[in-house]
């Protein structure tokens, strides 16, 4: 049936700060539904309280809420405009549990708005544990033997029915929060108190462990006449024990035999069925055992999921924007397949590609944290690879992770100590998947990886292959290596830097001499059909079959954007926000704009967003050969964060241009030395400091410069290896720290300004003129990380006179940088004296903050004067500015019971909230007030 025209105008509900377990996938669903919705004539009318998001950015939605995910907050915009119904499936479980709220309370019935997208009845049989097992055996689809407990001495006797080993699922939490495996009695009674504890509802799922057991996921489609689409097969590569969004995955599902996934496929058709009848999106998890292939049903997710992002991604299929319009009324027959204009949505996308997704893990962050994974969600972060085949998908899964390797394996870093090997196999954290390859290359058994492992056979055999190859590639050099073996290299998704490390030689020769042979990296269209019909959206990845480039090379002037790689703690949505805006502000120039990025969850590797989306790691291969084959007029750097800013000088190397402020400058600003000569030059005050490159020189220079001091590496970001040290021991043991990590790194000593505040600036300079966007002042004293302050938009205690230093420092330093583009300035204040601590010309965190709070498009504006096409004077600067705006982290701490709470100068927030006040006496910001004071009389 066409769609609902009863509904006019829609509330869509976001999924709030980032945490572990809810990211930016939801970010990219939101935004996605709500174009997809705007395109039907609907007002869409939003609400997040998210500031870093694309999802709550004017472009977005009609009417934008930055406002706490909250009841009141709903009826507030419900009281302003008249709202025909709500589509909360979009914002995670954030969303649904206020959908669930207000629905308790009458307000939607109250006001006329009516549920799309799911059937509330459905969200309780889904996430009430006991609920969904009654359901499942009424279904004939088996479950694990177990029972839902509301008290301790419940889970008990249930305990004491099933046996051990049990596992244990809190209802209504998100990312496997308060969930565990229990192995024994001892260790019951602690698991069993802290899920009660943290379920919302006071309930758990006490059932048998199925450990070991292979973990599948399906994306499923229906719409209002109960047509039901497969969208993908997603297998996971770790075994059940671990948490899906800490389990490396593959799409499509790999070691599935055939009548094993019809099986799978009819029980999800008939779970969805059976749970409610809503149009929209759903997410199916199963474990199979492995040895006579028993399904049994996980759980049903009756909304876009975490894995939604990634199968959308996997297979260009946006299932956000189709479910969308189903909820409206939409059948599935009705719509066009949005990859070929041509044929309908009603379809089950086929692959003729591999996808690998890795999460990103933090765990330096938490230091003393529990490293080793299972049911309770971890990662911060994914990356995902494309290739025709698993081994050239994980090797560029891994090239992309930004944790300094270049592939799987072969690069130096082989851990050798077998007792740790073991270890790290049978107790997995971060770092298995690569101590399984150097358990190969040690010789230790395949019988005895997969025994520690439970990892299917398959997939180790795939690793093993690998490690086999290099073998036989090391009995020559570049120049004797036969070109089918240097091939078979390359198919399999060895880098050159790989390569160069198995032939003793450099990566810049494996390169030329891989160039002479003629094997070259072409480029292959995601086109949801496996090359039946051609695909019109221009979305990327490369490989080295000796075939066809599906990317043809346009005449227009174009340039390329690059991402920001997986979200990690320090470079997070915010970067994303950046990058869209600046493929955008592109676009409006008449360049043609090339997006360059590996992350599924995010809106800048939506295919609709830039001209061409080429979805590969942000990684120096990569990128020269793109540029190779695209010949851009240049590259933006300074919208994607480090991981963006980190090739700016091996593309200055190569000549290549780089968009907006130049390698030089970028250089200068993270030169600690050339920076201070160049403060000292404009009469500019500035912490004193030393550059140390060992750790014997540490206590001299601490005598210069005396306590408190902080410590830090160079090049470094969101405080990675910051901290404050008052003494000669910390201090030593800090650097060698930091030296054990990178021995070609500096270390930076500064003299610690104790008490004093902090501010910072962000601004836009065109090299002529520089226009400040926004001055914030922190509430927390200096010495806690930017990221992890509570800061405030305008400054709210800051005289005439330190103001007037702050706006002068900009424009001084924004010029003496010969800035092009945005930069961010970081103040210390003591005793009216405005000190310089650091200066940053690039994007920073809190541009997108600063443009929600003004609701001005700054990077926009920025992107245009990089791009050179406009000047400042060019620009109409028309800030909204009533009452202040404070930016609230948020942690994720509850996801590490026990580690070091305490902040410092190292990052340790998730993500972030906007509050906006009309006056100082507001209770939030006295309250936070009151806590800095606290902390300063400590």
Known sequence: MPKNQDIKSVLIIGSGPIVIGQACEFDYSGSQAARSLREEGIEVTLINSNPATIMT???????????????????????????????????????????????????????????????????????????????????????????TAKSFLEGKEIAQEIGFPLVIRPSFTLGGSGGGFVNSPEEFDKALQHGLQTSPVHEVLVEQSILGWR???????????????????????????????????????????????????????????????????????????????????????????????????????????????????????????????????????????????IPRWNFDKFRGANTELGLQMKSVGEAMGIGRNFQEALQKACQSLEIRRNGLGADGKELTDQEAILKSLEHPSWNRLFHIYDAFKMGIAFKTIQKLTKIDRWFLSQIEELVLLEKEIQKYTLETLPRHLLLSAKQKGYSDRQLGHILRCLESEVRAHRKALNINRVYKCVDTCAAEFEAKT?????????????????????????????????????????????????????????????????????????????????????????????????????????????LAEKLHRYGIKIIGTDFESLDLAEDRGKFSDLLKAHKIPYPAYGVIEDADQASDLAKELGYPLLVRPSYVLGGQSMKIVINDQELEQHVVNILNQDPDNRVLLDHFLDGAIEAEADAICDGEDVYIIGIMEHIEPAGIHSGDSNAVLPPFNLGDLVMKQIRDHTRTIALALKTVGLINIQFAIKNDIVYVIEANPRASRTVPFICKAYREPYVNYATKVMLGTKKIKDFTFNPHREGYAIKIPVFSFNKFPGVNKELGPEMKSTGEAIYFIEDLDDDKFLQLYAERNLYLSR
């Open 57 to 147: 950015d004017p472009v977005t939605a009609d009417n934008v809420y930055l406002m706490p995910l909250e009841k009141k907050s709903i009826v507030k915009i419900l009281e302003k405009h008249k709202i025909d119904a709500v589509l909360p499936t979009m914002g995670g479980q954030t969303a649904l549990n206020l959908a669930i709220e207000c629905d308790k309370a009458g307000i939607w019935k109250k006001y006329g708005v009516k549920i799309i997208g799911v059937d509330i009845n459905a969200i309780n049989t889904t996430e009430d544990r006991e609920l969904f097992r009654k359901k499942m055996l009424e279904l004939n689809v088996n479950v694990c033997k177990g029972r």
């Open 215 to 357: 973990e599948y996921e399906l994306e499923l489609l229906r719409d209002n006449n109960q047509n039901i689409i497969i969208i993908c097969s997603i297998e996971n590569f770790d075994p059940m024990g671990i948490h899906t969004g800490d389990s490396i995955t593959v799409a499509p599902a790999m070691t599935l035999p055939d009548t094993v996934y019809q099986q799978m496929r009819d029980l999800a058709i008939k779970m969805m069925n059976g749970i409610g009848q809503f149009a929209g999106g759903c997410n199916v998890q199963f474990a199979v055992n492995p040895v006579d292939d028993t399904i049994v049903a996980i759980e049903i997710n009756p909304r876009v999921s975490r894995s939604s992002a990634l199968a959308s991604k996997a297979t260009g299929y946006p299932i956000a924007k189709i479910a969308a319009k189903l909820a409206i009324g939409y059948n599935l027959d009705e719509l066009i397949n949005p990859i070929t204009k041509t044929t309908s949505a009603y379809f089950e996308p086929a692959l003729d590609y591999v996808i690998v997704k």
């Open 538 to 646: 221009p979305y990327y990845y490369s490989t080295f079959e000796e075939g066809e480039n599906e990317s043809v090379a346009s005449d227009r002037k174009k340039i390329i954007v690059l991402g920001s790689g997986p979200n990690r703690i320090g470079q997070g949505i915010e970067f994303d926000y950046s990058c869209v805006h600046g493929v955008l502000a592109a676009r409006e120039e008449g360049y043609e704009t090339i997006m360059m990025n590996c992350n599924p969850e995010t809106v800048s590797t939506d295919p609709d967003i830039s001209d061409k989306l080429y979805f590969e790691p942000v990684f120096w291969e990569h990128l020269i050969d793109l540029i190779e084959h695209e010949k851009p007029e240049g590259v933006i750097v300074q919208l994607g964060g480090q991981t963006a800013l980190k």
